[in-house]
C-alpha cells in the first residue's frame, strides 16, 4: 500500500510517499538534482514498490522547492533539514528501528555530508556527485577516460584524419585535461571522501562504470587513502547515470536489497 504524508521542514511542508512493509529496517529514498520523488524513468517509484512487495517499506520525498513540496530550491547543499525531516517522519509513521539512506548523484552526496544528523544506519550511495564544472565539458576524469579508450581503437584514427572529429571541442578537452585545476583536488570531492572516511556508517558505493559522474568520483575516491573496510564498491558495467536498462534496473534492485539485508 501506498500512501501521502505531509510534514514539517525549517517552516515549510514537505510531501513524501511511503510504500508500507512489514520489516523493522525501511529504506529512505532521497531524489538527486532539482528530480520529484517518483526519479528518472519513474525509476524510484518502482523501485520503491519492488522493495515493498518483498517487506522492505520505503520512504520518498521532495525536498523544498521540488515537485510537491512547498519552500525555495536552495540545492542538495542546503538539504540537510530536509533529510533529517523525512528520516524522522518516516521512523514516527512506522516504527522502523533501522534507516538505510539511498541516493543517487547530488543526493548521493548530501547523504554522505549529512547522514550524521539525520541518524541514518546505512549508506547507499549512487554516482555521487563531486565536481562543479563550470564548462559544458565532462569532469577531466571522464574526458581522459574517454580519450583512453578511443586512443586504442583504430576506427577513431581514421575517423580523425578524415576530419569526422569537432576539433575545437578536442581541443577544449585536452585544455581541461592538462590545466592544472583540473587535476587538482576538488572541494566538494575532497569534503565527500573524507566525510566518508570520518563516518563509521556502513556505506555501499554503486557506480555506473562508464557514467562521467561515477568515473569523476572514482577518481577522487582512488586518489584517497584505502578505504575503509566498512565501505563497500560496486561497478555496474553501463554508462546509464539512472541505471535505466531493464538490466541496470535489476542490478540496481539486487545492490540496494543486498545491502537492506546487510543492514538489518
Not at 61 to 66: C, F, Q, S, V
Request: proline share 3%.
Amino acid at each position: 500500500m501506498r500512501r501521502l504524508i505531509a510534514f514539517p521542514c525549517a517552516g515549510d511542508t514537505l510531501i513524501g510517499s511511503l510504500d508500507e512493509g512489514a520489516a523493522t529496517t525501511g529504506l529512505l529514498i532521497v531524489s538527486g538534482g532539482n528530480e520529484i520523488r517518483m526519479g528518472a524513468h519513474r525509476g524510484m517509484a518502482s523501485l520503491a514498490a519492488r522493495l515493498a512487495s518483498a517487506g522492505t517499506p520505503v520512504f520518498r520525498y521532495d525536498r523544498r522547492g521540488i515537485g510537491d513540496s512547498t519552500g525555495e530550491n536552495r540545492g542538495f547543499l542546503e538539504s540537510a533539514p530536509d533529510i533529517a525531516a523525512a528520516a524522522a517522519t518516516f521512523a514516527a509513521e512506522t516504527g522502523i528501528r533501522r534507516i538505510v539512506a539511498f541516493g543517487n548523484c547530488d543526493a548521493a552526496t548530501a547523504l554522505a555530508l549529512f547522514h550524521g544528523v539525520a541518524g541514518i544506519d546505512a549508506l547507499i550511495l549512487a554516482n555521487p556527485w563531486v565536481i562543479e564544472d563550470k564548462d559544458d565539458l565532462p569532469p577531466a576524469a571522464a574526458i581522459r577516460a574517454r580519450y583512453a579508450e578511443r586512443l586504442r581503437d583504430p576506427k577513431q584514427w581514421l575517423r580523425l584524419m578524415r576530419g569526422g572529429v569537432n576539433i575545437v571541442k578536442l581541443t577544449k578537452g585536452l585544455s581541461k585535461i592538462a590545466s592544472k585545476s583540473s587535476q587538482s583536488a576538488d572541494d566538494l570531492g575532497t569534503r565527500l571522501v573524507a566525510s566518508l572516511g570520518a563516518s563509521a556508517t556502513p556505506t555501499t558505493l554503486l557506480l555506473a562504470k562508464a557514467d562521467n559522474t561515477a568515473i569523476a568520483f572514482r577518481k577522487e575516491w582512488d586518489a584517497a587513502a584505502d578505504a575503509p573496510a566498512r565501505v563497500r564498491l560496486e561497478q555496474c558495467d553501463t554508462d546509464s547515470h539512472s541505471f535505466a536498462t531493464a538490466a541496470d534496473k535489476e542490478w540496481l534492485f539486487e545492490q540496494v536489497q543486498a545491502a537492506i539485508v546487510r543492514a538489518r
